[in-house]
């Protein structure tokens, strides 16, 4: 039951330059998990992109092509675990009223 309590609360953070920003524990959260979940998919994207580059290198070595078709296979798998813990986001949103797809910090 601590759970509500804890969301409710505010957060003060100063700065040096400019005023007095409030932020609640669900936004704060929320901003961060956002962005880190799009630096996630960033990456997971540049990995299978790696992955095409490498395979258009390897020149016909059976090894170097497994190998990249690993890459291209993690970076896919890393795309649905994004799209996953995106959806997961919007159903917390739908039912705690959480914005925790926010980008921008």
């Known amino acids: ?6 969301l409710a609360q505010k957060v003060d953070i100063r700065s040096n330059l400019g005023p007095k920003v409030q ?3 669900g ?4 901003r961060y998990a956002g ?3 799009a630096v996630a998919s960033v990456a997971a994207l540049a ?3 790696l992955g095409g580059f490498m395979w258009i290198i390897a020149s016909g070595d059976k090894g170097k092509i497994d190998n990249a078709k690993q890459m291209i296979t993690q970076g896919l798998i890393g795309l649905a675990v994004m799209v996953s813990v995106f959806a997961i986001f919007r159903i917390i949103n739908y039912f705690f009223g959480l914005d925790i797809t926010i980008v921008n910090p």
């Not at 039951?1 to 804890?6: A, Q, S």
């Not at 936004?27 to 929320?30: K, S, V």
């Open 27 to 30: 936004t704060l959260i929320g």
């Open 35 to 37: 962005l880190a979940l």
């Open 1 to 6: 039951m601590t759970l509500p309590i804890l």
């Open 47 to 49: 990995y299978m992109v």
């Open 23 to 25: 932020l609640d524990l």
